[in-house]
């Protein structure tokens, strides 16, 4: 939709001898029905009178095409300045120009992101960088605008301010990437603006590629659709086995018939399912198939996640464009989107906005939107008041549309190992449902509970030295003081000198797979729905036990937290109904915090009795010295931790990349061959992912008396047969040439080649069995 449209000369026209604002605030009423406020007015008076200032240049030609407010199809984006043409050899051409009034603005450490006065009374306010948003336009019309498409229309983005001057923030190399996708223009740069559009727009708007771009369908481009599957393709993360595939296929047969029915599909799964990894595996499907679907969530959090794993890189990318919010469908037109996939649906709200006051039913809109809506959910993921995603509001939803509704499940869990039975006992440990499973064996899934949070965070920052996958939460029972202030120290236990900061607004959505952040405690809204190899959480004093019997109290909870604002008033007007809802929402945030592991699972509470409680229901591991030492496999590795993830026989039948796990001191026949390696192993895991597997690879533990890698003895490493002319300087692993080839247990070691041959302190080299490539953690 474009609010206003003429030519350069009607608009100049419009602008110095009439009033411009008066003429687009018209338009701009009879299109959406509403009037433009103050600010907007001001907005059109004064950048639109400087835009007439920059076309009032005889090379530009007088027939050019100019748009003012063209707002994306589908989105609540609007363009601000739109100049069409054709260039020097007629092809068509469109230049997108981002407008500001900023005089002033501060670099932030985030990807595209900027501080500045973005209009209103709050001040300074973080938000996209102009340069971003020009070319985060352009890319979308390029992506999903069939008239750019066919019509290989060229678009040059680009952002004017004309009231900021050159002061190294806007302007700061931080942005570099993005200024040269979309040149930036400042105060007294308004020749070098008028060269860019003189060398792009030659010619007037002959072909009215405004008109036709205004009016072109919406359908993901060929080049997008390449890319989302180029970018899916080798990520271990999202290959779907048993059930996920099963729902996956469902789905995609159920979205083929929405043409003739709208269908909604409901797909419940608890903590650890894959729904995630479905819903991600259905977008790029549908993309590939040019279908216009989004990835559409609640929270931020796994929207940014999934997008940096797809995309390979913290940085925004043009698939940003598909992940969206759910309080973007206010005002879409029905049946405008082939899919919505919607994860984390249990967090949907009533209504939209930062203070909620906006749009009618978030799953009403979605429904209506789409021709299939397809709700991940898990009823018991229910975390703040405001949710209202549970399935049989969606069912009614549904059925009020007149919609064919279609019910799967997810159950399998991939999560937590042994999961099905800690979740089971988590759920009659907390008394949110009674189960069979009063104590959890950790054998099966590493659950300790720790006197001391400076204790529990010391190991959770050992295990994330290996791969970045683990960090510790909290219940959101202290307040942040460090979000306004870098410097305060949020979470503070004194008996423990234990201070840390809430996951810092630097990190943004990417929290849990940033740099450094386990040093940092993440709350509700940066875990749920994303998963970690070890989890460790400070359940706060919202969770007790009183006479043994599992009591919440959401008035703990920090005055900030907005999951539970609300239930004072509640309270007041209906105690027992807030008291029910008020333990089920801090019961459902301890659930969700502590499935958020594959490997394990700690935890500090600050109530002493609950701690107790929980050692109460657990029983203790056994430990390397407390089996039978003959069984080499279980003294090994019953005490170990593993930086790789297990894979199954069910993911490897499915093409899943993994490499075989070794035991070293079990015979030496296994090195006889890569063959003999795949007989030899004892288990798989993932490769690292910057390697692909290749025969004659495995992973073993480097002997603890190695003398070719100092301090790094138990370490795990990755080995390879030799293969060709070994470098000088290489890490062999050989074993002593005097063991026989028979079961006898062989004694091996690390040493260094050289020319000469494999340096070691005793002269006796041994027989070289494998090169190491890398090692990991302990």
Not at 310 to 338: M, V
Not at 354 to 372: F, P, T
Not at 553 to 567: F, H, Y
Not at 732 to 749: E, F, G, H, N
Request: net charge neutral.
């Amino acid at each position: 939709m474009i609010i206003y449209q003429a030519s350069k000369t009607d608009f100049l026209n419009h602008t110095l001898r009439d009033d411009i604002e008066d003429i687009v605030s018209r338009h701009y009423s009879e299109a959406t029905g509403r009037s433009a406020g103050p600010p907007e007015l001001r907005a059109w008076k004064n950048s639109l009178f400087e835009m007439a200032k920059v076309l009032q240049d005889e090379d530009i030609p007088d027939d050019a095409g100019v748009a003012i407010e063209y707002q994306l199809p589908q989105t609540s984006k609007r363009i601000d300045f739109v100049i069409a043409g054709e260039d020097d050899q007629n092809r068509p051409t469109v230049v997108i120009i981002e407008l500001k009034q900023w005089s002033d603005s501060r670099r932030s450490d985030k990807d595209a992101l900027i501080w500045a006065r973005r209009g209103g009374s709050s001040g300074e306010r973080e938000g996209t960088h102009p340069c971003y948003q020009a070319w985060s336009y352009a890319s979308y019309l390029q992506d999903f605008n069939t008239a750019v498409q066919e019509g290989a229309v060229t678009l040059r983005p680009c952002a004017y301010l004309h009231n900021h001057a050159r002061d190294g923030e806007i302007d700061h190399p931080h942005y570099q990437r993005y200024i040269e996708k979309a040149p930036l223009f400042l105060a007294r740069e308004r020749h070098r603006l008028q060269q860019f559009i003189r060398q792009h727009v030659r010619f007037g708007d002959r072909r009215k590629n405004l008109y036709l771009i205004d009016n072109g369908k919406i359908r993901p481009s060929k080049m997008l659709a390449d890319s989302v599957k180029g970018m899916l393709q080798g990520k271990a993360e999202f290959v779907m086995i048993d059930d996920q595939k099963v729902i996956y296929e469902t789905v995609l047969a159920t979205a083929s018939l929405a043409n003739s029915q709208k269908q909604v599909v409901i797909v419940q799964g608890g903590p650890g399912t894959g729904k995630s990894v479905v819903a991600v595996n259905l977008l790029t499907k549908l993309i590939e198939r040019q279908r216009n679907a989004r990835y559409v969530s609640k929270n931020a959090a796994p929207r940014a996640v999934y997008e940096a794993k797809l995309a390979g890189s913290f940085r925004k990318s043009r698939i940003s464009n598909l992940f969206t919010g759910s309080g973007s469908f206010q005002n879409t037109a029905s049946d405008t989107y082939d899919a919505l996939i919607v994860d984390e649906a249990h967090r949907l709200n009533e209504k939209s906005g930062l203070y909620r006051n906006q749009g009618d039913h978030q799953i009403r809109e979605i429904v209506k939107a789409a021709r299939c809506a397809v709700f991940f959910v898990d009823d018991d993921q229910r975390v703040t008041i405001h949710d209202i995603g549970h399935t049989e509001e969606i069912r009614r939803i549904a059925a009020e549309a007149g919609a064919a509704v279609t019910d799967l499940n997810l159950s399998s869990q991939f999560r937590c190992k042994g999961s099905d039975g800690y979740l089971a006992w988590l759920d009659d440990t907390l008394d949110i449902r009674r189960t069979a499973n009063d104590v959890l064996d950790t054998a099966e899934y590493d659950f300790r509970v720790f006197d001391s949070p400076a204790d529990m965070h010391a190991l959770i920052e050992k295990k994330n030295r290996s791969n970045n996958r683990s960090r510790v939460v909290a219940g959101y029972c202290w307040k942040w003081p460090s979000k306004k202030t870098p410097a305060p120290h949020d979470i503070v236990i004194e008996e423990f000198d234990y201070r840390r900061r809430w996951n810092l607004d630097k990190d943004g959505s990417l929290w849990i797979i940033a740099p450094n952040s386990v040093e940092e405690v993440g709350c509700i809204h940066t875990c749920q729905g994303l998963e970690l190899d070890y989890v460790g959480v400070i359940i706060g004093p919202d969770l007790v036990v009183r006479d043994g019997k599992v009591i919440a109290d959401a008035s703990r909870r920090a005055p900030s937290d907005q999951s539970v604002r609300g239930l004072k008033k509640m309270m007041r007007e209906n105690p027992a109904k807030a008291r029910r809802l008020g333990d089920l929402i801090v019961k459902n945030t301890y659930r969700t915090l502590l499935t958020r592991g594959i490997k394990g699972c700690f935890v500090y509470c600050t109530d002493p009795t609950l701690a107790t409680y929980l050692k109460s229901r657990i029983r203790p591991v056994i430990t390397a010295e407390e089996t039978d030492e003959s069984d080499e496999t279980v003294s090994t590795f019953m005490s170990s931790e593993l930086p790789f993830r297990f894979v199954t026989t069910a993911e490897r039948e499915l093409g899943q990349p993994a490499l075989p796990l070794i035991e070293l001191k079990r015979s030496v026949n296994q090195f006889a061959s890569a063959k003999s390696l795949e007989v030899a192993a004892i288990d798989w895991v993932t490769p690292p992912d910057w390697i692909t597997p290749q025969s004659g690879m495995f992973v073993a533990k480097l002997p603890s008396d190695s003398t070719g890698l100092d301090g790094l003895g138990d370490s795990w490493g990755l080995f390879r047969f030799p293969s060709g002319e070994l470098r000088d300087g290489a890490t062999l692993l050989v074993v002593d040439k005097a063991a026989p080839w028979t079961s006898t247990p062989a004694r091996y070691q690390m040493k260094i080649y050289c020319r000469d041959g494999v340096a070691e302190k005793d002269n006796e080299s041994g027989q070289i069995l494998a090169e190491l490539l890398a090692t990991f953690g302990k």
